[in-house]
């Protein structure tokens, strides 16, 4: 049911005549006729009675009068809402993100984007798994590592740099490693997470760091508060550690060197999200949102 037909028949019925609604619609005569007409068969009914001087209403011409004045009413509400969504940031944003990159970055910083932007609901998961966007509904996902061919879009967040580090009181006890050679002498705190390899020292050939391994947990946090705790030493994310850098709790060791558990250097943070031709505002803001909080984030 075409909406210019149901602006046709209302204004006619208003009217009182075809001609008059052609003038009020810029329209000619025959094109106002037409599309009535064109109603009336689609719905198999006559809506007016017609003359020489006047039309009027047939019963089912009344009857129906109402109902598409709320069927036009219903499009142009519809029209404005799509055009809303089109134009300033609305409705729920369905996010995606790694556990403890939520946990330790991304979390803190939503309420910012929470006040900027009130007319966002946000509904995230934090969950180590590698989702398909389009099946699950999600509108973006935060990913850590090498990046695979997915045939999605992505935006480099941070760099996904790693810091060897240890508690003051651990360093007191067994000592400051000078040297990557004087690892070998103290624990290692590492996580047990198939897609990583050994921490490769970057820049030296083939070498990994060597440190032995006293424990072996499955989640970067329980590895955190092991090492705050003076339970061994491990290369922990700069964007988990840099508060604890910062504050002294963590010590930063052989700062020359640099480290990856990664087979590749090439590992970041990204916001991924599928092509769209027109990408909803909402999707636009945490995009900017995510680029601006990184810009600020300190490199320990």
Known sequence: MKSTRLLC??????????????TTLNMQVSSVTRHVTALEEELGARF???????????????LFLPFAKRILEEERRAR?????????????LTISCTRAFGEYWLAARLPKFMEAFPHVQLALQFDDRVIDLSSEGVDLAIRIGVL???GLIALRI?????????????????????TLADLAKLHGVWLAYPRWSNFRVLGQKDMDLVLPQRIELNTPASIHQVVRNA???S?????????????????PLLTSYRF??????????????????????????????????????KPS
């Open 48 to 62: 007016f009675n017609r003359s020489r001087k006047r039309i009027t209403l047939t019963e089912a011409g009344g």
């Open 235 to 251: 290369a922990l994310p700069t964007w988990m550690v840099s508060e604890d850098v910062a504050s002294g709790r963590l010590v």
């Open 148 to 150: 695979t061919d997915s």
């Open 158 to 178: 941070l760099e996904n740099e790693f810091l060897l580090v240890a508690s003051p009181d651990y360093l007191e006890r067994h000592g400051t490693p000078q």
């Open 80 to 92: 404005e809402a799509v055009n809303g969504l089109q134009t300033a940031p609305t409705g729920e």
């Open 231 to 233: 339970g061994g030493i």
């Open 9 to 22: 028949f209302i204004k006619a019925a208003e009217l009182g005549s075809f001609s008059a609604t052609a």
């Open 260 to 297: 990856s558990p990664y087979e590749s250097d090439n590992s970041a943070v990204y916001a991924v999200y599928q092509e769209r031709r027109f990408m909803p505002p909402k999707i636009r803001a945490f995009l900017d949102f995510l680029k601006g909080e990184a810009a600020h984030t």
